[in-house]
T-cell receptor
Framework: DAGVIQSPRHEVTEMGQEVTLRCKPI?????LFWYRQTMMRGLELLIY????????DSGMPEDRFSAKMPNASFSTLKIQPSEPRDSAVYFC???????????FGDGTRLSIL | KQEVTQIPAALSVPEGENLVLNCSFT??????LQWFRQDPGKGLTSLLL?????REQTSGRLNASLDKSSGRSTLYIAASQPGDSATYLC????????????FGAGTRLAVHP
């Protein structure tokens, strides 16, 4: 059974460029979560979706961040324009209705130079 | 505002020892508490989920307890093995919420042969 799939695994780009992170949740999971992990702030929830609809985006740091879920099998997190402080590991997770456990992808390690 | 603290931040032990990892939270009105494991360069793997009505959960050599009134949970690892080396994180839902998780900073465990 395939887990949560994220791409790319690593992304290095220059400040000001647009960055798009992708996620394919586990089939049948109707909740999708985007997290950011840094040494300073730990693991933080950015946004989550239920049945493709954004429910809570209060963790999105700035207007430069946006997330979409056009269908049940695909979601994107976009940063435009990117800044060095956006450097982090970004995780996508999916689950059945909570409190079922969330299943995490292996993350995208993003470096903004 | 819910805050989650994990002690110790790091732990190094010889193989075979029994271990206790601690997690505390400030708002006791939680629906559940989860323990996760994170291996280097990987996402999180759910280990145990304790509902608010439960006092403990067991899976193999792992046992997690929950004391809501005191705002504490412990993860007990019996007969530790080098393969247990990882970072262990606990998480609880945001105050009054159910879907959004707030994570502790984790305990980094190293078990040496």
């Amino acid at each position: 059974d395939a887990g949560v799939i994220q791409s790319p695994r690593h992304e290095v780009t220059e400040m000001g460029q647009e960055v798009t992170l992708r996620c394919k949740p586990i089939s049948g999971h109707d909740y999708l979560f985007w997290y950011r992990q840094t040494m300073m702030r730990g693991l933080e929830l950015l946004i989550y979706f239920n049945n493709n609809v954004p429910i809570d985006d209060s963790g999105m740091p700035e207007d430069r961040f946006s997330a979409k879920m056009p269908n049940a099998s695909f979601s994107t997190l976009k940063i435009q324009p990117s800044e060095p402080r956006d450097s982090a590991v970004y995780f996508c997770a999916s689950s059945l209705a909570p409190p079922q456990p969330q299943h995490f992808g292996d993350g995208t390690r993003l470096s903004i130079l | 505002k819910q805050e989650v603290t994990q002690i110790p931040a790091a732990l190094s032990v010889p193989e075979g020892e029994n271990l206790v990892l601690n997690c505390s939270f400030t708002d006791s009105a939680i629906y559940n508490l989860q323990w996760f494991r994170q291996d280097p360069g990987k996402g999180l793997t759910s280990l145990l989920l304790i509902q608010s009505s439960q006092r403990e959960q067991t899976s193999g050599r792992l046992n997690a307890s929950l004391d809501k009134s005191s705002g504490r949970s412990t993860l007990y690892i019996a007969a530790s093995q080098p393969g247990d080396s990882a970072t262990y994180l606990c998480a609880v839902p945001f105050s009054g919420g159910y879907n959004k998780l707030i994570f502790g900073a984790g305990t980094r465990l190293a078990v040496h042969p």
